[in-house]
């Protein structure tokens, strides 16, 4: 709800989606649970299914919308949209009598996207007498706080000592990460019983949109510290004679030197700035890459790179072992720190003929749901 109207999807709305999506085809009781400034929102079948189709009236605001988001008018309609759907409502201390009336004995509460999880929701939906999962997609802020919102960190701790104490089920979406969150929640004091279920990574219909002339390369996330795009345009300065280099995806925050040096790049440039692509347009510009690169300093998954594999793509990316787990000898890793091999390597593949790539078979929604609803 909080990503109504405001552009392309993450990747952690990309795994929300999926979970709507699925559960909303199984023969079963199915409820969408809405946190708003002003309590909780319970939305049925036909609501949840309006907000999958993206069948929602975002054009109108209501009062308790306006003043409680001044700032921020697209989370004030879409809670306004929701009020209107929704089959019931409550304060934020009525939650429990709220699930405790409306839904059916043994029900579980899924969690997938990190937001809500604080002491007084969870404590009220396990007195309603529900399981709780909770989807973990990494603890990055914990593990390297250097690349999180400085405002951020804290607030991360708490919410995963909240789901120490009450999650009965964490879902983890790769070893690597796991080991790394349970890590952290042994430092907590429980570590919750827990399953390994990797995300499913569809490949999306392709839509043309223009490509540079000539061979090009991608990279592709959010423009933030993490991602590091600032080497990548080391690089591409030091190169003699680059080729293009599409950078695909919005931009983010703390890197205030990345964002000048790319607001003043000059129309032509070898590196082009493609930002609010869906995903179709991103696959199309993905398979006609000579490669992807993706030379993060961490990651829970990896989203992009598996895409990109899906495509066969070549992927040149930071040696991480969450990449060795899923991509194998696919990839092409390398050290941030060695910038010649990074630049020997693109030299390498943009002068390869790639017309008989393989592709890697990447996990799929149906394995994901298969492992997570078997443990419930």
């Known amino acids: 709800m909080s990503r109504l109207g405001k552009g392309p999807m993450t990747g952690v709305d990309r795994v929300e989606y999926a979970y709507l999506d699925h559960f909303l085809h199984l023969d079963m009781p199915f409820f969408g649970l809405v946190r708003t400034a002003a309590g909780f929102l319970l939305l049925d079948r036909a609501a949840m299914t309006a907000l999958r189709d993206g069948n929602i009236d975002l054009t109108r605001n209501d009062l308790i919308g306006r003043i409680a988001w001044r700032r921020d008018l697209a989370r004030g309609r879409a809670e306004a949209a929701l009020r209107r759907l929704a089959m019931a409502r409550c304060t934020k201390r009525g939650l429990a009598r709220l699930l405790g009336r409306h839904l059916p004995p043994g029900a579980s509460y899924f969690n997938t996207g990190h937001a809500n999880l604080d002491h007084r929701s969870l404590s009220e939906i396990r007195s309603a007498g529900l399981k709780i999962a909770v989807v973990v997609h990494d603890t990055i802020p914990l593990d390297y706080p250097e690349f999180a919102r400085p405002d951020s960190v804290e607030p991360f701790r708490r919410k995963m000592q909240i789901v120490a104490k009450f999650a009965d089920l964490i879902i983890h979406t790769a070893h690597t990460t796991r080991l ?59 190169m003699p004679d680059p080729p293009n280099l599409l950078i695909l995806g919005g931009r983010g925050w703390s890197n205030e030197s990345v964002i000048a040096r790319l607001d003043s790049l000059k129309p032509g440039a070898r590196v082009q700035e493609r930002p609010g692509l869906n995903d179709g347009q991103i696959a199309f510009l993905l398979q006609g890459a000579q490669g992807l690169l993706f030379p993060t300093y961490a990651e829970g998954f990896g989203i992009p790179a598996l895409e990109a594999a899906a495509l066969g793509t070549p ?19 390398l050290d941030v720190a060695d910038s010649y091999s990074w630049i020997e390597t693109i030299d390498r593949l943009r002068n390869a003929d790639q017309t008989n790539r393989q592709a890697i078979v990447p996990p799929n929604w149906a394995e994901h749901f298969k492992i997570v609803l078997s443990t419930m």
Not at 201 to 219: D, L
């Open 315 to 333: 992927v040149i990316t930071s040696n991480l072992p969450v990449f060795q787990e899923l991509l194998g000898e696919f990839a092409v890793y």
């Open 180 to 238: 790394q969150t349970e890590a952290q929640l042994d430092l907590m004091g429980r570590i919750p019983p827990g399953v390994t279920a990797n995300l499913g990574v569809p490949v999306a219909q392709m839509i043309a949109i223009e490509k540079p002339a000539g061979r090009y390369f991608v990279t592709l996330g959010t423009i933030e510290p993490r991602k590091n795009h600032g080497f990548l345009l080391d690089l591409w300065a030091q």
